[in-house]
DNA sequence: TGACGTTTGAAACAATCGTTTTAGTTATTA
DNA sequence: TAATAACTAAAACGATTGTTTCAAACGTCA
């Protein structure tokens, strides 16, 4: 009576359900989101969130920790298949990270307000946050970290998670101020923006590696 | 009857309202924050926020405008004051802008918090972003764009705006996600993330200004 | 077919929301 | 002091929320 369904056989009405979370909870965060929306949207009717998943809360989780998982699983997979072509170099592989994420940022698919979603849990933890913050940097930075080394010699081991850390706020705002972007340079195009981060990056970080002498004081 | 009082008077509740707003929008958002919370946070009664400012929303508009300008206004006094000084570098300019805002958000001072509301404000355009884009652009972001090339000859001024966005990335990286940064890096002192932020801004900027040849490719 | 477990539909639930109303209190001014 | 405006207090409002209920419909296997 109480128990929540798993059988996974009939899964269209879960799935249509866990579409409709992703793309309404990226859009407007949870608690504008209602149930009567989620369920309007994926076509089915008010109880079946309840019925399939126990609640709201629990199809947000549900959703968020497969969205995650994918995401972060695609990095690392990104990751592997730069490290093992033969002209790897940073800069490259800053590139595939940045890319493919952003041109489906700009084409406004779902898949590109995930982090969007991300940093909404990030500031509401509805999740508990242990579960975030170790599959995100153990999966990911910390790899994300390790290749770094890698590519750029000399540098400093103590740092690197604050360099990850960086790098990931660069690619961030763009995901979360593509409006801005769209206002205050009308004419940008997503090559311009995808070199312009790789050169930014690229910079601090060997900048970083070859510690230069101030200037101009 | 129905106009809004604006006598600025008896400024006690209204002020009081705007702390409360300040603190619990901050903290949890606006869907988030009931009136009858922010209402026992001021010690006034439920009906003070239609009375004063017209409604829930009305009160939240009126307490980011002005932490809004606050925050600009801040800044460009910051900058002004660096740029009189004699010795004048981009290192030091940045480590006098980010340096204040990370020490308030470390011990959890309400101030340190604005930046979490504006990027609330950015996904949910509860005000019109007209507003805030042209505000956030004209006032600040040229003007650091144009300190950044008086201090670095050689930046690509088509590239400035660019710069200033990933510039803005990297210091907003630790403002959302400070737990993140203190549960990964327990040891890590607000110096060393200063430093760490300067240095990878500084080498990113000079890096962009002299161009360096791909390595390793 | 008949019975049973699964899924759906529509209505109703209690709780909370922002807002309004109304009466009462305080302050101000003539 | 009387009158008027400004403010506060408490209750109630209508709307919306997430959830529950329960009967009808469906599918499956005897």
Redesign the pocket.
């Known amino acids: ?2 128990e929540i ?1 798993r ?1 996974f ?2 899964e ?2 879960q799935n249509r359900l866990l579409d409709a979370a992703e793309k309404l909870f990226c859009e407007k965060g ?10 309007t949207e994926a076509g ?9 998943f ?6 947000y989780t549900e959703m968020f920790r497969r969205q995650f998982q994918m995401m972060i699983q695609g990095h690392l997979d990104t990751i592997d298949q730069v490290m093992c072509e033969g002209d790897v170099s940073l800069e490259k592989l800053l590139k595939v990270i940045i890319e493919p994420p952003i041109r489906r940022a700009v084409a406004n698919e779902t898949k590109g307000q995930i982090l969007k979603l991300l940093v909404r849990e990030v500031m509401d933890q509805k999740i508990d946050p242990e579960y975030v913050v170790k599959d995100m940097k153990e999966k990911f930075f910390d790899r994300l970290g390790s290749v770094f080394m890698q590519l750029v010699p000399g540098l400093p081991e103590e740092r690197i998670a604050l360099i990850v850390m960086s790098f990931d706020g660069v690619i961030l705002h763009p995901f979360l101020f593509m409006e801005f972007y769209q206002k205050t340079m009308p004419d940008l195009t997503i090559d311009e923006l995808v070199n312009h981060i790789v050169r930014f990056v690229a910079a601090a970080i060997r900048g970083y590696a070859s510690p230069a002498e101030k200037e101009a004081g």
């Open positions: 009576m109480d369904r059988d056989e009939n269209d009405v949870f608690a504008r989101t209602s149930v009567r929306e989620l369920t089915c009717n008010l109880a079946a969130i309840n019925y399939y126990g609640g709201k809360e629990k199809l």
